[in-house]
């Protein structure tokens, strides 16, 4: 393997006659070069974005779910035993309906009954306070917590005051039913970056939320926080296991497995559209090796005549395509983790926070996706070079010969 790699690294360094083909191989590794760096780049905005989503959506919500078709009555006690469970690292009780808010228009909204000071250990409520009550301690009595966009929406600031709006009948709101109505005064506005969330879903008091509902002292879910975010299936299992019968368990996956569908079929999407580019830089390989094939002609007959086999000859080609595809994604993975990295770290790109919920795209390059690319990339490399490579080892020495 020392005389083709000898051989092949010696044609790559073309004389100043054959000036072209190294023009042409150095075009073959940018070539290479910018499709590694594009999909690196391009998977890193798909898991930047993945993160992102991520971390806002667990910062709405609980890693695990724990409901009862007939709600739980006894839902403190159960919190404290679902909290003994291994992996759990607190448990809260909700009170939750959908409900109508009334404040000069009318909106559907989600009321979440909480506990103030469980809640703060399940959640992220009190680091998304933008403004107002930071702590939740002034959420007491008929008070309540509503999102940015809804008090945008509504024009609401701190100490307005709105209108819960519930229906105590199977017939919903609709005309005829019969309502319970409760005026809440806000205290804090939270924003999580998610439009559902900002735009669809309040916070009020567990009491409160009892009340509007009309089923007495009954929390609807226990929502749980664990300390391994892969292992909150299994430790949804685990705390089924303790609590016994009549219960459910839903963990932060399967709740948001329509939003990670959709983010899984975009970044297969973009991997596909942009590994293109590196197709098209295999094809500047073939054709600067069958160009290599054409002009070392003479070369490869003299090989030949001297004893040269023609797995060496075919070898020698490969060589030269593994080469030009090994520098190409070399130099493809530095650009891209280092576009990545300074575009992350210095916020390049912004977006309007209005229209985005965010006001820089993010970047996050990761390790696994870096070497499946840097193989795939390799892999259509080598695949490059296999009909040239075959169409040198074809040459025979004499008629190579015959018209030098």
Same mark, same amino acid.
């Given at each position: ?9 010696? =044609? ?28 690196? +780049? @391009? &998977? ?5 974005? /993945? ?24 839902? $403190? $006690? ?13 448990? @809260?009780?909700?009170?939750?309906? #959908?409900? @109508? ?8 909204? #989600?009321?979440?009954?909480? %506990? ?38 509504? /024009? ?6 709105? *209108? ?25 506005? =939270?924003?999580?970056?998610? =439009? ?7 916070? +009020?008091?567990?009491?409160?939320? *009892? ?9 609807? #879910? ?26 459910? !368990? ?5 709740? #948001? ?12 999407? &973009?991997?596909?559209? %942009? ?39 075919? /070898? ?40 985005? !919920? ?5 970047? /996050? ?15 259509? !490399?080598?695949?490059? *070079?296999?009909?040239? !490579? ?15």
């Amino acid at each position: 393997m020392k005389f083709e790699f000898l051989i092949a690294t010696r =044609y790559l360094r073309a004389k100043r006659k054959q000036a072209v083909i190294s023009l042409i191989t150095f075009i073959a590794i940018l070539g290479v070069g910018a499709g590694v760096a594009a999909l690196v +780049v @391009a &998977m890193a905005v798909s898991e930047g974005q /993945r993160q992102d989503i991520e971390g806002r959506l667990l910062g709405a919500q609980a890693h695990v779910t724990i409901t009862a078709s007939k709600g739980i009555t006894d839902y $403190e $006690e159960l919190a404290k035993q679902i909290e003994q469970v291994e992996g759990v690292v607190a448990a @809260a009780p909700h009170a939750e309906g #959908n409900m @109508a808010i009334r404040s000069g228009g009318l909106k559907f909204v #989600n009321v979440k009954g909480i %506990i103030p000071e469980m809640e703060k250990r399940v959640s992220q409520l009190s680091q998304n306070i933008v403004s107002g009550d930071k702590q939740l301690t002034d959420l007491t009595g008929n008070t309540i917590v509503i999102g940015k966009g809804l008090a945008e929406d509504l /024009r609401l600031g701190l100490g307005d005051e709105v *209108t819960i709006v519930s229906s105590t009948t199977s017939g919903g709101l609709a005309p005829g039913s019969q309502f319970n109505r409760i005026a809440f005064t806000v205290v804090a506005i =939270y924003s999580i970056g998610l =439009y559902d969330y900002d735009m669809h879903l309040v916070y +009020v008091p567990f009491k409160a939320a *009892t009340i509007l509902n009309g089923s007495g002292d009954v929390a609807t #879910n226990i929502e749980v926080k664990v300390r391994d975010l892969d292992r909150s299936a299994e430790v949804g299992t685990a705390i089924l296991d303790k609590i016994g019968q009549g219960y459910d !368990s839903e963990d932060w996956r399967v709740t #948001n497995s329509s939003i990670f569908a959709a983010l899984n079929l975009e970044q297969l999407g &973009m991997a596909i559209a %942009i590994s293109l580019i590196v197709f098209v830089a295999a094809l500047n390989i073939v054709a600067t090796l069958t160009m290599m094939v054409l002009e070392k002609t003479r070369d490869i007959a003299a090989l030949m005549a001297m004893g040269a086999k023609l797995s060496q000859i075919r /070898r020698i080609f490969m060589l030269q395509g593994m080469i030009i595809g090994v520098v190409g994604t070399a130099i493809g993975l530095l650009f891209g983790h280092a576009i990545s990295y300074f575009s992350d770290k210095y916020q390049l790109i912004k977006l309007d926070s209005a229209v985005y !919920s965010i006001d820089h795209l993010p970047f /996050r390059a990761i390790l696994s996706d870096s070497i499946l690319i840097a193989i795939s990339a390799i892999l259509i !490399s080598f695949l490059a *070079t296999l009909y040239p !490579s075959a169409a040198a080892a074809r040459l025979q020495p004499v008629e190579a010969l015959r018209y030098e």
